[in-house]
């Protein structure tokens, strides 16, 4: 489960690997009304689709609410989450803690990405495209793609700078 708000190639990374430990893996972009995306949920699931095609065995959905209850709405036991680097610890930490308090039979798998991917965020990459910098060598050609045209939609782009999470 995560925002992709876009899906980087620090995410594929992560996508593949879970791969190897399971032959049915859920994408679920999360519907998080306290951040204010870049991409629609509708635009995110899209370019996700786009992102892990190809990839058997991967679906794409979104999901409103806890994370830990659409796990269970879909039969599954797993949650599985990224750690780039140590200040990715404290939150995740604290988020599988309590998910498993809010659900003892959910289990989070913590995977680490190629270390050529393991300080890319998506909040990075926006600002990083909004002031100008070519993205290419971190995200999938297309996403690179939609974020320029949402910039060039949204003229005032330091609106995101100031607004993303
Ligand atoms: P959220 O808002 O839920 O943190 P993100 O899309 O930012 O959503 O992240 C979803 C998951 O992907 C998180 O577990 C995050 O740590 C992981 N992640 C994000 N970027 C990377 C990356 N470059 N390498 C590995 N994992 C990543």
Do not use: W
């Amino acid at each position: 489960p995560g925002s992709f708000d876009p899906v980087t190639c620090g995410h594929v990374d992560i996508i593949k690997r879970a791969l190897k430990l399971t032959d049915h893996l859920i994408v679920a972009v999360a519907n998080n009304y306290e951040k204010s995306p870049m991409f629609t949920l509708k635009e995110r699931v899209k370019i996700l689709k786009q992102a892990t095609k190809g990839l058997k065995g991967v679906s794409v959905d979104s999901f409103d609410g806890l994370a830990v209850d659409y796990v269970k709405a879909k039969g599954a036991r797993v949650m599985i989450r990224g750690l780039r680097m140590i200040s990715d610890f404290e939150y995740e930490f604290q988020m599988a803690l309590t998910n498993r308090k809010l659900s003892p039979d959910v289990e989070t798998i913590f995977m680490t990405p190629s270390e050529e991917y393991s300080y890319i965020s998506s909040k990075l990459i926006k600002e990083a495209a909004s002031l100008g910098a070519d993205i290419s060598s971190f995200v999938p050609v297309f996403v690179q793609k939609a974020v320029k045209e949402k910039l060039n939609k949204n003229k005032s782009s330091r609106r995101y700078f100031n607004n993303y999470e």
